[in-house]
Protein backbone atom coordinates (compact mmCIF):
# COMPACT_ATOMS: atom_id res chain seq x y z
CA UNK A 1 0.00 0.00 0.00
CA UNK A 2 2.88 2.34 0.84
CA UNK A 3 4.89 1.06 -2.12
CA UNK A 4 1.68 2.44 -4.25
CA UNK A 5 1.35 6.20 -2.54
CA UNK A 6 5.25 6.65 -2.84
CA UNK A 7 4.53 6.08 -6.17
CA UNK A 8 1.69 8.10 -7.01
CA UNK A 9 3.43 11.00 -5.48
CA UNK A 10 6.36 10.64 -6.84
CA UNK A 11 4.63 10.99 -10.18
CA UNK A 12 3.16 14.56 -8.86
CA UNK A 13 6.38 15.94 -8.17
CA UNK A 14 7.39 14.94 -11.52
CA UNK A 15 4.88 16.48 -12.80
CA UNK A 16 4.56 19.63 -10.59
CA UNK A 17 7.84 19.78 -8.81
CA UNK A 18 6.56 23.11 -6.57
CA UNK A 19 3.95 20.62 -4.46
CA UNK A 20 5.06 20.63 -0.98
CA UNK A 21 2.43 18.94 -0.01
CA UNK A 22 3.63 16.18 -1.87
CA UNK A 23 7.40 15.83 -0.26
CA UNK A 24 5.53 16.62 3.43
CA UNK A 25 3.15 13.38 2.49
CA UNK A 26 6.47 11.52 1.12
CA UNK A 27 8.51 12.54 4.36
CA UNK A 28 5.72 10.61 6.47
CA UNK A 29 5.49 7.42 4.77
CA UNK A 30 9.39 7.16 4.69
CA UNK A 31 9.07 7.86 8.69
CA UNK A 32 6.73 4.85 8.75
CA UNK A 33 9.35 2.37 6.86
CA UNK A 34 11.74 3.97 8.92
CA UNK A 35 14.01 5.37 5.95
CA UNK A 36 14.89 8.29 8.55
CA UNK A 37 17.65 9.89 6.24
CA UNK A 38 15.04 9.87 3.06
CA UNK A 39 12.68 11.72 5.07
CA UNK A 40 14.82 14.05 6.53
CA UNK A 41 15.51 14.64 2.58
CA UNK A 42 12.21 15.30 1.68
CA UNK A 43 11.12 17.52 4.38
CA UNK A 44 13.89 19.68 3.92
CA UNK A 45 12.39 20.13 0.27
CA UNK A 46 9.42 21.00 1.38
CA UNK A 47 10.79 23.63 3.88
CA UNK A 48 12.80 25.44 0.84
CA UNK A 49 9.32 25.96 -0.99
CA UNK A 50 7.52 26.75 2.43
CA UNK A 51 10.09 28.27 4.75
CA UNK A 52 7.83 30.05 6.19
CA UNK A 53 5.43 27.27 7.21
CA UNK A 54 5.63 26.71 11.23
CA UNK A 55 4.23 23.10 10.98
CA UNK A 56 6.84 21.57 8.25
CA UNK A 57 9.93 23.16 11.01
CA UNK A 58 8.22 21.33 14.07
CA UNK A 59 8.25 17.63 11.86
CA UNK A 60 12.00 18.06 10.83
CA UNK A 61 12.77 18.84 14.36
CA UNK A 62 10.36 16.01 15.78
CA UNK A 63 12.43 13.76 13.14
CA UNK A 64 15.65 14.89 14.87
CA UNK A 65 14.38 14.23 18.20
CA UNK A 66 13.18 10.81 17.07
CA UNK A 67 17.28 10.45 15.68
CA UNK A 68 18.52 11.64 19.09
CA UNK A 69 19.70 14.39 16.53
CA UNK A 70 19.21 17.07 19.89
CA UNK A 71 21.43 19.60 18.33
CA UNK A 72 19.61 19.51 15.06
CA UNK A 73 16.09 19.48 16.94
CA UNK A 74 16.92 22.64 18.75
CA UNK A 75 18.13 24.35 16.20
CA UNK A 76 14.73 23.51 13.94
CA UNK A 77 12.79 24.44 17.31
CA UNK A 78 14.49 27.88 17.63
CA UNK A 79 13.66 28.52 14.00
CA UNK A 80 9.53 27.50 14.31
CA UNK A 81 10.18 30.06 17.10
CA UNK A 82 11.54 32.38 15.43
CA UNK A 83 8.24 31.98 12.71
CA UNK A 84 5.47 32.32 15.82
CA UNK A 85 6.80 33.37 19.02
CA UNK A 86 3.27 32.61 20.95
CA UNK A 87 3.99 28.63 20.24
CA UNK A 88 3.59 27.42 23.36
CA UNK A 89 4.35 23.59 21.79
CA UNK A 90 7.33 24.65 19.91
CA UNK A 91 8.87 25.97 23.23
CA UNK A 92 7.89 22.73 25.25
CA UNK A 93 9.31 20.30 22.20
CA UNK A 94 12.78 22.56 22.30
CA UNK A 95 12.72 22.36 26.27
CA UNK A 96 13.08 18.85 25.61
CA UNK A 97 15.79 19.00 23.15
CA UNK A 98 17.88 21.45 25.21
CA UNK A 99 17.51 19.13 28.02
CA UNK A 100 18.54 16.17 26.21
CA UNK A 101 21.83 18.74 24.98
CA UNK A 102 22.25 18.84 29.03
CA UNK A 103 21.77 22.13 29.10
CA UNK A 104 19.24 22.52 32.10
CA UNK A 105 18.91 26.37 32.71
CA UNK A 106 17.91 26.86 28.88
CA UNK A 107 15.50 24.42 29.30
CA UNK A 108 13.90 25.60 32.14
CA UNK A 109 13.33 29.05 30.79
CA UNK A 110 11.60 27.47 27.74
CA UNK A 111 8.96 25.82 30.45
CA UNK A 112 8.68 28.80 32.04
CA UNK A 113 7.77 30.61 28.65
CA UNK A 114 5.19 28.02 28.34
CA UNK A 115 3.83 28.24 31.67
CA UNK A 116 3.07 31.91 30.79
CA UNK A 117 1.84 31.55 27.09
CA UNK A 118 -0.26 28.75 28.52
CA UNK A 119 -0.87 28.20 31.99
CA UNK A 120 -3.08 25.08 31.38
CA UNK A 121 0.09 22.91 29.97
CA UNK A 122 0.43 21.00 33.19
CA UNK A 123 2.84 18.98 32.08
CA UNK A 124 4.89 21.93 31.33
CA UNK A 125 4.67 22.66 34.94
CA UNK A 126 5.62 19.29 36.39
CA UNK A 127 9.06 19.23 34.01
CA UNK A 128 9.72 22.86 34.78
CA UNK A 129 9.78 21.69 38.34
CA UNK A 130 11.49 18.38 37.54
CA UNK A 131 14.52 20.61 36.04
CA UNK A 132 14.35 22.87 38.97
CA UNK A 133 15.30 20.18 41.24
CA UNK A 134 17.56 18.62 39.37
CA UNK A 135 19.35 21.91 39.35
CA UNK A 136 18.76 21.73 43.00
CA UNK A 137 16.68 25.38 42.75
CA UNK A 138 14.15 24.22 45.49
CA UNK A 139 12.93 27.51 46.32
CA UNK A 140 11.74 28.39 42.49
CA UNK A 141 10.80 24.98 42.00
CA UNK A 142 8.60 25.32 45.14
CA UNK A 143 7.20 28.88 43.09
CA UNK A 144 6.52 27.41 40.49
CA UNK A 145 4.25 25.05 42.18
CA UNK A 146 2.55 27.93 43.16
CA UNK A 147 2.23 29.12 40.24
CA UNK A 148 0.60 25.82 39.14
CA UNK A 149 -2.11 25.63 41.80
CA UNK A 150 -2.94 28.87 40.99
CA UNK A 151 -3.84 28.03 37.51
CA UNK A 152 -4.82 24.02 38.74
CA UNK A 153 -6.36 24.01 42.07
CA UNK A 154 -8.12 20.68 41.58
CA UNK A 155 -5.02 18.94 41.01
CA UNK A 156 -3.87 16.92 44.40
CA UNK A 157 -0.75 16.37 42.43
CA UNK A 158 0.52 20.17 42.83
CA UNK A 159 -0.20 20.30 46.51
CA UNK A 160 1.31 16.95 47.23
CA UNK A 161 4.30 18.25 45.38
CA UNK A 162 4.39 21.58 46.92
CA UNK A 163 3.82 19.75 50.33
CA UNK A 164 6.97 17.76 50.03
CA UNK A 165 9.03 20.70 48.65
CA UNK A 166 8.07 23.02 51.83
CA UNK A 167 8.69 19.65 53.98
CA UNK A 168 12.17 20.04 52.74
CA UNK A 169 12.50 23.62 53.19
CA UNK A 170 11.27 23.24 56.83
CA UNK A 171 8.06 25.43 56.01
CA UNK A 172 6.57 22.17 58.18
CA UNK A 173 2.82 24.45 58.62
CA UNK A 174 2.77 25.37 54.79
CA UNK A 175 3.92 21.54 54.32
CA UNK A 176 0.80 20.18 56.33
CA UNK A 177 -2.05 22.67 54.89
CA UNK A 178 -0.51 21.24 51.26
CA UNK A 179 -0.77 17.77 51.97
CA UNK A 180 -4.29 18.69 53.81
CA UNK A 181 -5.66 20.36 50.19
CA UNK A 182 -4.32 16.99 48.88
CA UNK A 183 -6.19 14.96 50.28
CA UNK A 184 -9.45 16.94 50.48
CA UNK A 185 -9.41 17.08 46.88
CA UNK A 186 -8.40 13.26 46.26
CA UNK A 187 -9.60 11.32 49.50
CA UNK A 188 -7.75 7.78 48.55
CA UNK A 189 -4.54 9.74 47.68
CA UNK A 190 -2.05 7.31 50.20
CA UNK A 191 1.06 8.96 48.99
CA UNK A 192 -0.10 12.11 50.64
CA UNK A 193 -1.54 10.48 54.07
CA UNK A 194 1.94 9.15 54.32
CA UNK A 195 3.42 12.77 53.67
CA UNK A 196 0.93 14.18 55.89
CA UNK A 197 2.01 11.28 59.09
CA UNK A 198 5.61 12.66 58.46
CA UNK A 199 5.22 16.04 59.06
CA UNK A 200 2.64 15.67 61.54
CA UNK A 201 5.27 13.36 63.17
CA UNK A 202 7.75 15.99 63.00
CA UNK A 203 5.77 18.32 64.63
CA UNK A 204 5.35 15.88 67.28
CA UNK A 205 1.94 15.11 66.56
CA UNK A 206 2.36 11.26 67.55
CA UNK A 207 -1.56 10.07 67.28
CA UNK A 208 -2.63 12.47 64.48
CA UNK A 209 0.76 11.29 62.75
CA UNK A 210 -0.65 7.55 63.39
CA UNK A 211 -3.73 8.05 62.07
CA UNK A 212 -2.56 9.25 58.65
CA UNK A 213 -0.19 6.59 58.38
CA UNK A 214 -3.54 4.44 59.17
CA UNK A 215 -5.11 6.22 55.60
CA UNK A 216 -2.37 5.79 53.47
CA UNK A 217 -2.02 1.84 54.25
CA UNK A 218 -5.65 1.57 54.12
CA UNK A 219 -5.72 3.31 51.00
CA UNK A 220 -2.60 1.34 49.42
CA UNK A 221 -1.63 -1.52 51.83
CA UNK A 222 0.80 -2.75 49.10
CA UNK A 223 4.13 0.00 50.01
CA UNK A 224 6.16 -0.95 52.49
CA UNK A 225 7.23 2.34 53.24
CA UNK A 226 4.46 3.44 55.34
CA UNK A 227 4.13 0.40 57.40
CA UNK A 228 7.95 1.30 58.25
CA UNK A 229 7.33 4.80 59.01
CA UNK A 230 4.06 3.72 61.40
CA UNK A 231 6.09 1.14 63.47
CA UNK A 232 8.68 3.85 63.93
CA UNK A 233 5.54 5.77 65.58
CA UNK A 234 4.48 2.88 67.25
CA UNK A 235 7.70 2.49 68.90
CA UNK A 236 7.90 6.03 70.34
CA UNK A 237 4.16 5.02 72.36
CA UNK A 238 5.84 2.14 73.43
CA UNK A 239 3.72 -0.47 71.22
CA UNK A 240 6.63 -2.48 70.38
CA UNK A 241 4.75 -5.67 69.97
CA UNK A 242 2.51 -4.48 66.75
CA UNK A 243 5.47 -2.35 65.78
CA UNK A 244 7.16 -5.31 65.22
CA UNK A 245 4.28 -6.46 63.37
CA UNK A 246 4.31 -3.37 61.19
CA UNK A 247 8.34 -3.73 60.58
CA UNK A 248 7.91 -7.69 59.42
CA UNK A 249 4.98 -6.44 57.02
CA UNK A 250 7.65 -3.59 55.56
CA UNK A 251 9.89 -6.54 54.88
CA UNK A 252 7.43 -9.31 53.43
CA UNK A 253 6.61 -6.09 50.98
CA UNK A 254 10.34 -5.42 50.20
CA UNK A 255 12.79 -8.13 51.62
CA UNK A 256 15.76 -5.99 50.78
CA UNK A 257 14.50 -3.21 52.98
CA UNK A 258 17.50 -2.12 55.32
CA UNK A 259 15.49 0.46 57.67
CA UNK A 260 12.56 -1.76 58.02
CA UNK A 261 15.60 -3.83 59.38
CA UNK A 262 17.02 -1.76 61.08
CA UNK A 263 13.77 -0.55 63.05
CA UNK A 264 13.06 -3.77 63.58
CA UNK A 265 15.91 -4.52 65.10
CA UNK A 266 15.75 -1.73 67.63
CA UNK A 267 12.40 -2.32 68.91
CA UNK A 268 13.20 -5.88 68.70
CA UNK A 269 15.89 -4.76 72.03
CA UNK A 270 13.09 -2.19 73.37
CA UNK A 271 10.92 -5.44 73.50
CA UNK A 272 13.41 -7.23 75.32
CA UNK A 273 15.12 -9.60 72.18
CA UNK A 274 18.49 -8.63 72.05
CA UNK A 275 19.27 -11.95 70.31
CA UNK A 276 16.74 -11.66 67.34
CA UNK A 277 17.53 -7.87 67.33
CA UNK A 278 21.49 -8.34 66.64
CA UNK A 279 20.49 -10.43 63.32
CA UNK A 280 17.75 -7.86 62.44
CA UNK A 281 20.63 -5.28 62.67
CA UNK A 282 23.47 -7.73 60.69
CA UNK A 283 20.92 -7.59 58.02
CA UNK A 284 20.27 -4.10 57.38
CA UNK A 285 23.94 -3.40 57.46
CA UNK A 286 24.22 -6.05 54.84
CA UNK A 287 21.76 -4.54 52.83
CA UNK A 288 23.05 -1.04 53.00
CA UNK A 289 26.82 -1.49 54.15
CA UNK A 290 26.84 2.37 54.70
CA UNK A 291 23.65 2.44 56.85
CA UNK A 292 24.70 4.82 59.45
CA UNK A 293 21.76 4.23 62.17
CA UNK A 294 21.96 0.33 61.59
CA UNK A 295 26.04 0.69 61.94
CA UNK A 296 25.70 2.86 65.32
CA UNK A 297 23.22 0.09 67.07
CA UNK A 298 24.82 -2.82 65.76
CA UNK A 299 28.31 -1.63 67.32
CA UNK A 300 26.60 -0.79 70.73
CA UNK A 301 25.16 -4.52 70.62
CA UNK A 302 28.35 -6.33 69.59
CA UNK A 303 30.32 -4.12 72.21
CA UNK A 304 27.57 -5.05 74.55
CA UNK A 305 28.36 -9.21 73.39
CA UNK A 306 32.54 -8.17 74.23
CA UNK A 307 32.93 -8.69 70.25
CA UNK A 308 35.45 -5.64 70.91
CA UNK A 309 37.33 -6.59 67.55
CA UNK A 310 34.45 -5.27 64.95
CA UNK A 311 32.15 -3.08 67.47
CA UNK A 312 34.54 -0.56 68.51
CA UNK A 313 35.70 0.32 64.66
CA UNK A 314 32.22 0.36 63.76
CA UNK A 315 31.04 2.20 66.97
CA UNK A 316 32.51 5.29 65.09
CA UNK A 317 29.66 5.26 63.20
CA UNK A 318 27.85 7.08 65.90
CA UNK A 319 29.35 10.33 63.79
CA UNK A 320 27.03 10.10 61.35
CA UNK A 321 24.26 10.23 63.38
CA UNK A 322 24.73 14.01 64.32
CA UNK A 323 24.78 16.87 61.48
CA UNK A 324 28.30 17.40 60.10
CA UNK A 325 28.94 20.71 62.29
CA UNK A 326 29.11 17.97 65.10
CA UNK A 327 31.68 15.49 63.60
CA UNK A 328 35.18 15.36 64.08
CA UNK A 329 37.26 16.18 61.94
CA UNK A 330 38.64 13.19 59.61
CA UNK A 331 41.79 14.34 58.73
CA UNK A 332 43.67 15.11 61.77
CA UNK A 333 41.89 12.09 63.45
CA UNK A 334 44.73 9.95 65.50
CA UNK A 335 43.97 6.35 65.04
CA UNK A 336 46.92 4.90 67.20
CA UNK A 337 49.36 4.12 64.42
CA UNK A 338 51.42 6.77 64.21
CA UNK A 339 53.62 8.90 66.18
CA UNK A 340 53.04 11.49 67.73
CA UNK A 341 56.42 12.88 68.92
CA UNK A 342 57.32 17.27 68.34
CA UNK A 343 52.96 17.01 68.40
CA UNK A 344 49.96 18.20 70.46
CA UNK A 345 46.80 15.78 70.28
CA UNK A 346 43.51 17.07 71.75
CA UNK A 347 41.13 14.41 73.24
CA UNK A 348 37.69 15.70 73.46
CA UNK A 349 34.50 14.17 75.92
CA UNK A 350 31.81 12.88 74.70
CA UNK A 351 28.28 11.46 75.35
CA UNK A 352 27.89 11.50 78.88
CA UNK A 353 29.50 12.60 82.24
CA UNK A 354 30.06 9.00 82.66
CA UNK A 355 32.28 8.12 79.45
CA UNK A 356 34.34 10.81 80.19
CA UNK A 357 35.16 9.24 83.33
CA UNK A 358 35.52 5.77 82.21
CA UNK A 359 37.39 6.72 79.41
CA UNK A 360 39.91 9.28 80.67
CA UNK A 361 41.99 5.98 81.91
CA UNK A 362 43.92 6.24 78.09
CA UNK A 363 45.42 9.75 79.08
CA UNK A 364 48.27 8.42 80.66
CA UNK A 365 48.69 5.95 77.83
CA UNK A 366 48.94 8.12 75.18
CA UNK A 367 52.25 9.27 76.92
CA UNK A 368 54.62 6.15 75.34
CA UNK A 369 53.59 8.38 71.69
CA UNK A 370 55.26 11.07 73.17
CA UNK A 371 53.44 14.02 72.21
CA UNK A 372 54.48 17.34 72.71
CA UNK A 373 51.55 18.01 74.54
CA UNK A 374 48.46 16.22 75.42
CA UNK A 375 45.06 18.89 75.40
CA UNK A 376 41.94 17.51 77.26
CA UNK A 377 38.60 19.07 76.73
CA UNK A 378 36.28 18.11 79.51
CA UNK A 379 32.68 18.91 80.64
CA UNK A 380 32.84 22.23 83.16
CA UNK A 381 31.66 19.78 85.60
CA UNK A 382 34.21 17.37 85.42
CA UNK A 383 37.41 20.12 84.93
CA UNK A 384 37.89 20.82 88.77
CA UNK A 385 38.33 17.08 89.42
CA UNK A 386 40.19 16.34 86.64
CA UNK A 387 42.19 19.82 86.14
CA UNK A 388 43.58 19.39 89.45
CA UNK A 389 44.49 15.24 89.55
CA UNK A 390 47.06 16.27 86.52
CA UNK A 391 48.38 19.67 87.40
CA UNK A 392 51.41 18.05 87.97
CA UNK A 393 52.03 16.40 85.28
CA UNK A 394 53.57 19.25 82.46
CA UNK A 395 52.44 17.26 79.66
CA UNK A 396 49.17 17.33 80.54
CA UNK A 397 46.38 20.36 80.02
CA UNK A 398 43.42 19.56 80.85
CA UNK A 399 40.28 22.62 79.29
CA UNK A 400 36.59 23.34 79.48
CA UNK A 401 34.57 22.19 76.81
CA UNK A 402 32.24 25.43 77.27
CA UNK A 403 32.34 26.34 73.48
CA UNK A 404 35.12 28.83 72.92
CA UNK A 405 37.85 28.34 70.21
CA UNK A 406 40.25 25.39 71.00
CA UNK A 407 43.90 26.14 71.22
CA UNK A 408 46.48 25.12 68.66
CA UNK A 409 46.65 21.29 68.15
CA UNK A 410 47.96 18.72 65.38
CA UNK A 411 45.48 15.91 65.48
CA UNK A 412 42.58 14.69 68.30
CA UNK A 413 40.73 11.56 69.21
CA UNK A 414 37.00 11.67 70.87
CA UNK A 415 37.34 9.68 73.97
CA UNK A 416 35.45 6.87 73.03
CA UNK A 417 37.34 6.42 69.74
CA UNK A 418 40.15 5.67 72.30
CA UNK A 419 39.20 2.22 72.32
CA UNK A 420 40.03 1.73 68.67
CA UNK A 421 43.10 3.77 68.59
CA UNK A 422 44.41 1.35 71.45
CA UNK A 423 42.76 -2.22 69.68
CA UNK A 424 41.05 -2.56 72.73
CA UNK A 425 39.75 -6.08 73.29
CA UNK A 426 38.14 -7.83 76.61
CA UNK A 427 41.78 -8.91 77.86
CA UNK A 428 43.54 -5.48 77.14
CA UNK A 429 41.39 -3.59 79.02
CA UNK A 430 43.55 -0.74 80.84
CA UNK A 431 42.15 -1.90 84.32
CA UNK A 432 44.64 -0.93 86.83
CA UNK A 433 42.77 0.87 89.75
CA UNK A 434 42.89 3.38 91.06
CA UNK A 435 43.53 5.43 87.84
CA UNK A 436 41.91 8.64 89.39
CA UNK A 437 42.57 10.42 93.06
CA UNK A 438 41.64 13.01 95.15
CA UNK A 439 44.07 14.52 97.31
CA UNK A 440 43.68 14.67 100.98
CA UNK A 441 42.91 18.21 101.45
CA UNK A 442 39.54 17.24 100.20
CA UNK A 443 39.30 14.25 101.83
CA UNK A 444 40.19 16.04 105.27
CA UNK A 445 36.96 17.81 105.73
CA UNK A 446 34.68 15.01 104.95
CA UNK A 447 36.67 12.80 107.56
CA UNK A 448 36.07 15.58 110.39
CA UNK A 449 32.72 15.96 109.46
CA UNK A 450 31.54 12.00 109.45
CA UNK A 451 34.04 11.06 112.12
CA UNK A 452 35.13 7.24 112.96
CA UNK A 453 32.83 5.09 110.67
CA UNK A 454 30.36 3.38 113.38
CA UNK A 455 29.22 0.59 111.18
CA UNK A 456 29.77 -0.58 107.70
CA UNK A 457 29.43 2.73 106.04
CA UNK A 458 27.92 2.79 102.47
CA UNK A 459 27.14 5.24 100.22
CA UNK A 460 23.85 5.66 98.18
CA UNK A 461 23.15 6.67 94.60
CA UNK A 462 19.51 5.76 93.47
CA UNK A 463 19.18 7.95 90.25
CA UNK A 464 20.54 10.09 87.94
CA UNK A 465 19.93 13.03 85.26
CA UNK A 466 16.26 12.77 84.82
CA UNK A 467 16.63 14.10 81.23
CA UNK A 468 18.88 11.17 80.23
CA UNK A 469 16.66 8.84 77.58
CA UNK A 470 16.57 5.88 79.34
CA UNK A 471 16.47 7.63 82.83
CA UNK A 472 13.18 5.71 83.67
CA UNK A 473 14.70 2.48 83.30
CA UNK A 474 18.17 3.10 84.93
CA UNK A 475 16.76 5.37 88.06
CA UNK A 476 15.10 3.44 91.19
CA UNK A 477 12.47 5.04 93.36
CA UNK A 478 13.95 5.88 96.74
CA UNK A 479 10.92 4.17 98.39
CA UNK A 480 12.25 0.95 97.25
CA UNK A 481 15.47 1.23 98.97
CA UNK A 482 13.46 1.36 102.19
CA UNK A 483 14.39 -3.04 102.59
CA UNK A 484 18.09 -1.91 102.87
CA UNK A 485 17.97 1.57 104.66
CA UNK A 486 16.70 -0.23 107.46
CA UNK A 487 19.45 -2.58 107.87
CA UNK A 488 22.09 -1.71 110.58
CA UNK A 489 24.34 0.01 108.56
CA UNK A 490 25.55 3.81 108.13
CA UNK A 491 24.12 5.03 105.13
CA UNK A 492 25.31 7.97 102.96
CA UNK A 493 23.46 9.86 99.92
CA UNK A 494 25.80 10.66 97.62
CA UNK A 495 22.62 12.38 94.96
CA UNK A 496 23.77 16.21 94.63
CA UNK A 497 20.16 16.59 93.47
CA UNK A 498 17.09 15.38 95.01
CA UNK A 499 13.61 14.87 92.98
CA UNK A 500 10.42 16.22 94.10
CA UNK A 501 9.13 12.61 95.29
CA UNK A 502 12.85 12.57 96.88
CA UNK A 503 12.05 15.06 99.14
CA UNK A 504 9.24 13.23 100.91
CA UNK A 505 10.77 10.35 101.11
CA UNK A 506 13.77 11.33 102.95
CA UNK A 507 11.53 12.35 105.93
CA UNK A 508 10.84 8.83 106.38
CA UNK A 509 13.95 8.04 106.25
CA UNK A 510 16.09 9.80 108.69
CA UNK A 511 19.13 7.24 108.91
CA UNK A 512 20.37 8.33 105.89
CA UNK A 513 22.45 11.13 106.02
CA UNK A 514 22.00 13.72 102.93
CA UNK A 515 25.25 16.26 102.25
CA UNK A 516 24.07 17.88 99.02
CA UNK A 517 24.47 21.58 100.00
CA UNK A 518 28.45 20.46 99.84
CA UNK A 519 28.36 18.43 96.87
CA UNK A 520 28.74 21.36 94.86
CA UNK A 521 31.25 19.82 92.40
CA UNK A 522 32.57 16.20 91.57
CA UNK A 523 35.72 17.15 93.35
CA UNK A 524 33.28 17.20 96.90
CA UNK A 525 32.00 14.24 96.16
CA UNK A 526 34.60 12.20 95.63
CA UNK A 527 36.25 13.60 99.18
CA UNK A 528 33.07 11.84 100.47
CA UNK A 529 33.20 8.50 98.36
CA UNK A 530 36.67 8.06 99.80
CA UNK A 531 34.65 7.53 102.96
CA UNK A 532 32.52 5.12 102.48
CA UNK A 533 33.87 1.01 102.70
CA UNK A 534 31.09 0.26 99.69
CA UNK A 535 29.19 2.30 97.22
CA UNK A 536 25.68 0.79 95.83
CA UNK A 537 24.88 3.06 93.00
CA UNK A 538 22.55 3.12 89.74
CA UNK A 539 24.42 3.28 86.32
CA UNK A 540 25.53 6.70 86.83
CA UNK A 541 28.56 9.04 86.74
CA UNK A 542 28.63 8.38 90.58
CA UNK A 543 29.15 4.47 89.80
CA UNK A 544 32.08 5.62 87.85
CA UNK A 545 33.68 7.74 89.75
CA UNK A 546 33.32 5.44 92.82
CA UNK A 547 35.30 2.66 90.93
CA UNK A 548 37.81 4.75 89.60
CA UNK A 549 38.84 6.18 92.94
CA UNK A 550 39.22 2.37 93.60
CA UNK A 551 36.36 2.09 95.79
CA UNK A 552 34.14 -1.13 96.15
CA UNK A 553 31.18 -0.73 94.05
CA UNK A 554 28.04 -2.40 93.66
CA UNK A 555 26.15 -1.22 90.79
CA UNK A 556 22.21 -1.43 90.13
CA UNK A 557 21.28 -2.26 86.47
CA UNK A 558 18.56 -2.15 84.25
CA UNK A 559 17.40 -5.06 81.86
CA UNK A 560 18.59 -2.46 79.53
CA UNK A 561 21.62 -1.12 79.94
CA UNK A 562 24.62 0.19 78.42
CA UNK A 563 26.86 -1.43 76.29
CA UNK A 564 29.82 -0.62 78.69
CA UNK A 565 28.08 -3.02 81.25
CA UNK A 566 28.25 -6.67 78.48
CA UNK A 567 25.69 -8.70 78.68
CA UNK A 568 24.89 -11.13 81.70
CA UNK A 569 27.89 -10.50 83.56
CA UNK A 570 27.75 -9.34 87.47
CA UNK A 571 31.24 -8.22 87.10
CA UNK A 572 32.85 -5.46 84.99
CA UNK A 573 36.20 -5.87 82.94
CA UNK A 574 36.58 -2.35 82.68
CA UNK A 575 36.73 -1.58 86.95
CA UNK A 576 38.13 -4.91 88.27
CA UNK A 577 35.89 -5.82 91.80
CA UNK A 578 32.95 -4.23 90.86
CA UNK A 579 29.36 -6.31 91.52
CA UNK A 580 27.01 -6.21 89.15
CA UNK A 581 22.93 -6.60 90.25
CA UNK A 582 21.57 -6.90 87.01
CA UNK A 583 17.66 -6.31 86.46
CA UNK A 584 16.56 -9.90 84.87
CA UNK A 585 14.02 -9.12 81.72
CA UNK A 586 10.76 -8.15 83.34
CA UNK A 587 11.81 -8.62 87.04
CA UNK A 588 10.81 -5.99 89.40
CA UNK A 589 13.66 -3.44 91.13
CA UNK A 590 11.98 -5.28 94.72
CA UNK A 591 13.62 -8.70 93.31
CA UNK A 592 17.14 -6.70 92.79
CA UNK A 593 16.68 -4.60 95.88
CA UNK A 594 16.16 -8.15 98.26
CA UNK A 595 19.01 -9.51 96.52
CA UNK A 596 21.35 -6.54 97.76
CA UNK A 597 19.96 -7.08 101.17
CA UNK A 598 21.12 -10.46 101.31
CA UNK A 599 24.36 -9.35 99.83
CA UNK A 600 24.78 -7.19 102.56
CA UNK A 601 23.39 -9.37 105.30
CA UNK A 602 26.65 -11.52 104.04
CA UNK A 603 28.95 -8.94 104.14
CA UNK A 604 28.45 -7.87 107.59
CA UNK A 605 28.56 -11.38 108.71
CA UNK A 606 32.07 -11.56 107.65
CA UNK A 607 32.75 -8.26 109.20
Request: aromatic residues 10%; glycine residues 4%.
Amino acid sequence: MNNEAIAKLLKLIAADPEKWEAYQKLAGLMLQNQEFHAAEQYLLQAISLKPDLLELRLQLANLHMRTQQFKAAHECYKQAIALNAKNANAYYLDARALKNLGRLPEAILRLRTVTKLNPQHMQAFSECVDLMLQAQQVEKAAEVLRQAIAAHPEYAHFHYRLGVLCQQMRATDEALACMNQAVQIQPDFAEAYHQRGLILQLQGSTQEALSSFNQAISYQPNLPVPYNNRGVILCQLGKYIEAISDFRQALQLNPGYASAYCNLGLALYENGDSDESYQCLGKAVQHAPNHAQARYYLSMLQLARGEYETGWPMYEARWHMFPDSQRPDLQRLWRGNSSLVGKTILLQAEMTLSDTLQFCRYIPLIKAFKPNQIIVAVPEELFDLLNEFWAQDASIFIIRQDGRPLPHFDVHCPMLSLPVAFNTLLDTIPATLPYLQISERHQQPWQQLLGPARRLRIGLNWCGDAGNKYDALRSIPLYLMAPLLHMEVEWHSLQKEFRREDHIMLKRFPMLECHHPALTNFTQTAGLIMQMDLVISADTAVAHLSAALGKQVWLLLPHQCHFRWLQYREDSPWYPGMRIFRQAHEESWESVIDRVHQAITDLLVIR
